[in-house]
T-cell receptor
Protein backbone atom coordinates (compact mmCIF):
# COMPACT_ATOMS: atom_id res chain seq x y z
CA UNK A 1 0.00 0.00 0.00
CA UNK A 2 1.46 3.39 -0.91
CA UNK A 3 -0.79 5.55 1.26
CA UNK A 4 0.11 7.52 4.37
CA UNK A 5 0.82 5.26 7.31
CA UNK A 6 0.83 6.08 11.01
CA UNK A 7 2.11 4.14 13.97
CA UNK A 8 0.95 3.18 16.43
CA UNK A 9 -2.75 3.15 15.63
CA UNK A 10 -3.68 3.27 19.29
CA UNK A 11 -1.79 4.44 22.35
CA UNK A 12 -2.90 4.37 25.96
CA UNK A 13 -0.69 6.15 28.43
CA UNK A 14 -0.78 7.53 31.94
CA UNK A 15 -0.84 11.22 32.66
CA UNK A 16 2.67 12.64 32.81
CA UNK A 17 4.25 10.12 30.44
CA UNK A 18 5.84 11.04 27.12
CA UNK A 19 4.54 9.60 23.85
CA UNK A 20 5.84 9.64 20.28
CA UNK A 21 3.91 9.01 17.09
CA UNK A 22 5.31 8.33 13.66
CA UNK A 23 3.98 9.26 10.25
CA UNK A 24 5.27 7.89 6.94
CA UNK A 25 3.97 10.04 4.09
CA UNK A 26 3.45 9.01 0.51
CA UNK A 27 6.81 8.68 -1.14
CA UNK A 28 8.06 11.91 -2.70
CA UNK A 29 5.41 14.06 -1.06
CA UNK A 30 7.40 17.00 0.21
CA UNK A 31 4.68 18.51 2.39
CA UNK A 32 3.58 16.86 5.60
CA UNK A 33 0.88 17.99 8.04
CA UNK A 34 -0.22 17.08 11.55
CA UNK A 35 -3.78 17.56 12.76
CA UNK A 36 -5.58 16.73 15.98
CA UNK A 37 -9.21 15.64 16.15
CA UNK A 38 -11.36 15.35 19.26
CA UNK A 39 -14.67 13.54 19.39
CA UNK A 40 -17.40 15.21 17.36
CA UNK A 41 -15.12 17.90 15.97
CA UNK A 42 -13.34 18.33 12.69
CA UNK A 43 -9.56 18.00 12.58
CA UNK A 44 -7.53 20.99 13.80
CA UNK A 45 -4.26 21.95 12.19
CA UNK A 46 -1.14 21.58 14.35
CA UNK A 47 1.89 22.04 12.12
CA UNK A 48 3.32 21.47 8.68
CA UNK A 49 6.65 20.72 7.04
CA UNK A 50 8.00 21.33 3.61
CA UNK A 51 10.76 18.80 3.27
CA UNK A 52 12.61 18.97 6.60
CA UNK A 53 11.65 22.56 7.38
CA UNK A 54 8.82 23.19 9.82
CA UNK A 55 7.08 26.17 8.21
CA UNK A 56 4.02 26.75 10.35
CA UNK A 57 2.89 25.90 13.87
CA UNK A 58 -0.55 26.40 15.34
CA UNK A 59 -1.06 28.04 18.71
CA UNK A 60 -2.51 24.67 19.71
CA UNK A 61 1.01 23.28 19.64
CA UNK A 62 2.11 24.02 23.20
CA UNK A 63 5.69 23.71 24.45
CA UNK A 64 4.98 20.10 25.39
CA UNK A 65 4.53 19.22 21.71
CA UNK A 66 7.38 18.87 19.27
CA UNK A 67 7.43 17.63 15.71
CA UNK A 68 10.36 16.72 13.53
CA UNK A 69 10.98 15.57 10.01
CA UNK A 70 14.73 15.07 10.05
CA UNK A 71 15.38 13.80 6.54
CA UNK A 72 12.33 15.18 4.81
CA UNK A 73 10.66 11.79 4.76
CA UNK A 74 8.94 10.39 7.87
CA UNK A 75 7.90 12.63 10.73
CA UNK A 76 7.48 12.20 14.47
CA UNK A 77 5.20 14.03 16.86
CA UNK A 78 6.18 13.89 20.52
CA UNK A 79 4.04 14.93 23.44
CA UNK A 80 5.83 15.38 26.74
CA UNK A 81 4.15 15.17 30.16
CA UNK A 82 0.84 14.13 28.67
CA UNK A 83 -2.39 15.51 30.10
CA UNK A 84 -5.90 14.11 29.88
CA UNK A 85 -6.79 16.93 27.50
CA UNK A 86 -4.30 15.53 25.01
CA UNK A 87 -6.59 12.55 24.41
CA UNK A 88 -7.52 12.76 20.74
CA UNK A 89 -6.94 11.32 17.30
CA UNK A 90 -3.69 12.58 15.77
CA UNK A 91 -3.82 12.65 12.00
CA UNK A 92 -1.00 13.01 9.52
CA UNK A 93 -1.43 14.10 5.91
CA UNK A 94 0.92 14.61 2.99
CA UNK A 95 0.84 16.19 -0.43
CA UNK A 96 3.14 17.07 -3.21
CA UNK A 97 4.13 20.70 -3.42
CA UNK A 98 4.12 21.06 -7.15
CA UNK A 99 1.29 21.81 -9.51
CA UNK A 100 -1.68 24.15 -9.36
CA UNK A 101 -3.64 22.08 -6.88
CA UNK A 102 -2.80 19.07 -4.84
CA UNK A 103 -5.06 17.32 -2.40
CA UNK A 104 -3.92 16.22 1.01
CA UNK A 105 -3.81 12.49 1.63
CA UNK A 106 -4.54 11.51 5.21
CA UNK A 107 -3.36 8.56 7.22
CA UNK A 108 -5.65 6.51 9.47
CA UNK A 109 -4.57 8.39 12.58
CA UNK A 110 -3.18 7.48 15.99
CA UNK A 111 -5.75 7.47 18.77
CA UNK A 112 -4.24 8.63 22.06
CA UNK A 113 -5.93 7.96 25.37
CA UNK A 114 -4.41 9.58 28.46
CA UNK A 115 -5.57 8.02 31.72
CA UNK B 1 -9.74 31.52 6.79
CA UNK B 2 -13.31 32.40 5.82
CA UNK B 3 -16.02 30.50 7.69
CA UNK B 4 -18.39 27.91 6.26
CA UNK B 5 -21.78 26.84 7.59
CA UNK B 6 -23.16 23.35 7.07
CA UNK B 7 -26.13 21.46 8.51
CA UNK B 8 -25.10 19.17 11.36
CA UNK B 9 -26.74 16.13 9.80
CA UNK B 10 -28.64 14.90 6.77
CA UNK B 11 -30.29 11.65 5.79
CA UNK B 12 -30.69 10.00 2.45
CA UNK B 13 -31.90 6.73 1.01
CA UNK B 14 -29.64 4.40 -0.87
CA UNK B 15 -29.45 4.98 -4.64
CA UNK B 16 -31.04 8.42 -4.36
CA UNK B 17 -29.22 11.71 -5.03
CA UNK B 18 -27.94 13.72 -2.09
CA UNK B 19 -27.42 17.48 -2.06
CA UNK B 20 -25.15 18.69 0.75
CA UNK B 21 -25.26 22.48 1.15
CA UNK B 22 -22.54 24.83 2.35
CA UNK B 23 -22.82 28.57 3.00
CA UNK B 24 -19.73 30.74 2.78
CA UNK B 25 -20.95 34.31 2.59
CA UNK B 26 -17.54 35.81 3.48
CA UNK B 27 -15.65 33.97 0.75
CA UNK B 28 -12.91 35.99 -0.90
CA UNK B 29 -12.14 36.06 -4.58
CA UNK B 30 -9.11 33.79 -4.21
CA UNK B 31 -10.67 31.17 -1.94
CA UNK B 32 -11.10 27.72 -3.42
CA UNK B 33 -14.02 25.60 -2.18
CA UNK B 34 -12.92 22.15 -1.09
CA UNK B 35 -14.87 19.13 0.07
CA UNK B 36 -13.40 16.33 2.10
CA UNK B 37 -15.21 13.46 3.75
CA UNK B 38 -14.34 11.26 6.69
CA UNK B 39 -15.59 7.71 6.85
CA UNK B 40 -15.90 6.10 10.28
CA UNK B 41 -12.53 5.31 11.88
CA UNK B 42 -10.58 6.75 8.94
CA UNK B 43 -8.75 9.93 8.12
CA UNK B 44 -10.43 12.48 5.85
CA UNK B 45 -10.30 11.97 2.11
CA UNK B 46 -10.52 14.48 -0.72
CA UNK B 47 -13.78 14.60 -2.65
CA UNK B 48 -13.73 17.61 -4.98
CA UNK B 49 -12.78 21.26 -5.24
CA UNK B 50 -13.64 24.29 -7.36
CA UNK B 51 -13.25 28.03 -7.70
CA UNK B 52 -16.08 29.46 -9.81
CA UNK B 53 -17.37 26.89 -12.26
CA UNK B 54 -19.28 23.72 -11.48
CA UNK B 55 -17.06 20.67 -11.30
CA UNK B 56 -17.61 16.96 -11.83
CA UNK B 57 -15.45 13.99 -10.97
CA UNK B 58 -15.98 10.29 -10.46
CA UNK B 59 -17.05 10.76 -6.86
CA UNK B 60 -19.34 13.78 -6.96
CA UNK B 61 -20.34 17.08 -8.50
CA UNK B 62 -19.83 20.54 -7.04
CA UNK B 63 -22.34 23.24 -7.87
CA UNK B 64 -21.15 26.76 -7.04
CA UNK B 65 -23.58 29.67 -6.82
CA UNK B 66 -22.99 32.55 -9.18
CA UNK B 67 -22.10 34.89 -6.30
CA UNK B 68 -19.95 32.12 -4.75
CA UNK B 69 -21.59 32.61 -1.37
CA UNK B 70 -22.83 29.04 -1.31
CA UNK B 71 -22.11 25.69 -2.88
CA UNK B 72 -23.64 22.23 -3.00
CA UNK B 73 -21.94 18.88 -3.08
CA UNK B 74 -23.99 16.41 -5.09
CA UNK B 75 -23.72 12.66 -4.74
CA UNK B 76 -25.68 11.34 -7.69
CA UNK B 77 -26.57 7.94 -6.25
CA UNK B 78 -25.86 7.49 -2.56
CA UNK B 79 -24.53 4.16 -1.41
CA UNK B 80 -24.10 2.86 2.13
CA UNK B 81 -20.36 3.52 1.71
CA UNK B 82 -21.10 7.23 1.37
CA UNK B 83 -22.17 7.47 5.01
CA UNK B 84 -19.58 9.86 6.41
CA UNK B 85 -18.95 13.35 7.75
CA UNK B 86 -18.64 15.79 4.85
CA UNK B 87 -16.55 18.91 5.33
CA UNK B 88 -16.79 22.06 3.21
CA UNK B 89 -13.56 24.05 3.47
CA UNK B 90 -12.41 27.35 2.00
CA UNK B 91 -8.75 27.82 1.34
CA UNK B 92 -6.62 30.49 -0.19
CA UNK B 93 -3.59 28.61 -1.44
CA UNK B 94 -1.44 31.72 -1.28
CA UNK B 95 -2.06 32.81 2.30
CA UNK B 96 -3.11 29.77 4.30
CA UNK B 97 0.11 27.79 4.09
CA UNK B 98 -2.00 25.09 2.48
CA UNK B 99 -3.36 23.87 5.81
CA UNK B 100 -7.01 22.85 5.88
CA UNK B 101 -9.38 24.48 8.38
CA UNK B 102 -12.18 22.02 9.12
CA UNK B 103 -15.52 22.92 10.67
CA UNK B 104 -17.83 20.35 12.22
CA UNK B 105 -19.14 19.13 8.89
CA UNK B 106 -22.37 17.36 7.97
CA UNK B 107 -22.96 13.82 9.16
CA UNK B 108 -24.61 11.99 6.27
CA UNK B 109 -26.67 8.92 7.08
CA UNK B 110 -27.64 6.66 4.18
CA UNK B 111 -30.61 4.39 4.78
CA UNK B 112 -30.83 1.04 2.96
Amino acid sequence: DTGVSQNPRHKITKRGQNVTFRCDPISEHNRLYWYRQTLGQGPEFLTYFQNEAQLEKSRLLSDRFSAERPKGSFSTLEIQRTEQGDSAMYLCASRTGTGAYNEQFFGPGTRLTVL
Amino acid sequence: DAKTTQPNSMESNEEEPVHLPCNHSTISGTDYIHWYRQLPSQGPEYVIHGLTSNVNNRMASLAIAEDRKSSTLILHRATLRDAAVYYCILRDEETSGSRLTFGEGTQLTVNP
